[in-house]
């Protein structure tokens, strides 16, 4: 009877929930965080690259019109 009362008062299960929970949200915002921070690094070398890209076009014109 006393290893029963023992198990039920037990915290321990309780405890190993309650962390696998908060491992569980941790893991969550890390997951959102990098897809907010992807989306927006993808943008930004989009701008990029397109910048770069009719810079090159503007400097290519330029030079063919001048020979």
């Known amino acids: ?17 309650e962390y696998g ?15 907010l921070a992807g989306n927006g690094l993808n943008r930004m070398f989009q701008v990029i690259g397109s910048t770069m890209e009719n810079a090159a076009t503007t400097a290519e014109s330029s030079s063919t019109a001048t020979n």
């Open 1 to 17: 009877m006393n290893k029963i009362r023992k198990f039920l008062s037990s915290e321990s299960g309780a405890t190993a929930i």
């Open 21 to 35: 929970l908060i491992a569980a949200f941790v893991a969550l915002a890390i997951f959102v965080g990098a897809q």
